[in-house]
């Protein structure tokens, strides 16, 4: 019996008969963030904020924060990127930061990456985290650090092993959220830079 003569005859179609809906591929766009991202992007920082020890920050980020983040990072020419699906939706970001404010740090800095809680597990994180490489190669940086928290960031630690990031050190209860102590893993990869860039508006040859 096909499926329109199960409903005629108004019995429960079994599963094998059931229409499915067509499946649509993961697809995604990955494209430099504009200023009206920053909701978005809040959104995303938030969950996690709320939800998980990936980020110790116990307070939620406010728009303004994220754009006064935009503005110091787009100053400083840095990569932020966003993944973008066919229908417009933020599925994650990826952004990198200077590893401190003190110059002779100037050739180094610090990924950040985050994902929508849909876009998970799919390939999402690697395409982030990749082309974040290739914008700071070719913007002359030569290492890129990732502080990750030793507590419900394998996924995240698995990820920069597999793209050539190696473990540097370990700082342990340097954190507290959710009442319990938290330790970070330091991981760090010396990028293959292309030229010489400072980010402090100093070049060298």
């Known amino acids: ?6 409903e005629k005859s108004r019995r429960r179609v079994p599963p094998h008969l059931r229409r499915r809906e067509a499946e649509h591929p993961f697809a995604y766009e990955i494209r430099p963030a504009v200023r009206t991202d920053m909701p978005y992007v809040r959104e995303i920082y938030n969950y996690y904020v ?8 116990e307070k939620k980020w406010s728009h303004q924060q ?3 983040k935009f503005d110091f990072l787009h100053k400083l020419a ?3 990127l966003v993944a973008v699906s066919p229908t417009g939706q933020i599925l994650g970001y990826g952004l990198v930061a200077p590893w401190t404010g003190k110059s002779g740090y100037r ?3 610090e990924n950040s990456i985050y994902l929508g809680h849909a876009a998970t597990g799919k390939g999402l994180g690697r395409a982030l985290l990749e082309a974040l490489i ?3 190669e070719e913007l002359g940086i030569r290492e890129m650090v990732a502080v990750i928290s030793d507590r419900g ?16 050190g370990r700082m342990g209860r340097v954190g507290f959220k959710f009442g319990r102590s938290i330790g970070t893993i330091y991981l760090q990869k010396h990028l293959h830079s292309r030229k010489k860039r400072s980010l402090f508006g100093r070049r060298t040859r």
């Open 1 to 6: 019996m096909l499926e329109e003569e199960y």
């Open 107 to 109: 050739y180094t800095v």
């Open 134 to 136: 290739a914008a700071c």
């Open 50 to 57: 709320t939800n998980s020890v990936v980020t110790l920050d």
């Open 78 to 80: 840095l990569p932020f």
């Open 153 to 168: 960031a394998e996924a995240s630690i698995a990820l920069h092993n597999r793209l050539g990031f190696v473990e540097v």
């Open 66 to 68: 994220w754009l006064d």
